[in-house]
């Protein structure tokens, strides 16, 4: 027999961030982050060249190398303490393919 299982679907929030000066703290924390993301785009083929199977944080356009992410983000805010738009990844061991699926709870009707 089989039950009809109702998933618990958690509540959302949605809230307008009306603080002038909120709005102003998130505009330069995004801007940070699009920096270190050029920076990281401009610098990809010799960083995922030179280190696979490793954590990378890119904090104020430089670049900080650990065996975990947390190691890597401590490295980062130590050298940029201002920045706030830390890019962070792994960089897997191997190329090849990679395919990022979702995961669906299926039921029975």
């Not at 109702?6 to 703290?25: F, I, M």
């Not at 356009?61 to 890597?72: C, D, G, H, M, P």
């Amino acid at each position: 027999m089989i039950q009809n299982a109702t998933p618990e679907v958690p509540e959302l929030r949605v809230t307008l961030e009306t603080d002038p000066v909120q709005a102003a703290r998130r505009r330069l924390m995004m801007e940070r982050l699009a920096r270190n993301s050029d920076w990281l785009r401009a610098h990809a083929a010799e960083v995922y060249a030179a280190h696979r199977g490793k954590y990378i944080a890119i904090a104020g356009q430089e670049l900080f190398v650990a065996e975990n992410v947390t190691e890597a983000m401590t490295m980062a805010r130590a050298a940029h303490p201002e920045d706030d738009g830390i890019l962070t990844q792994y960089i897997p061991r191997r190329l090849g393919v990679r395919i990022y699926a979702h995961r669906r709870l299926l039921v029975g009707l």
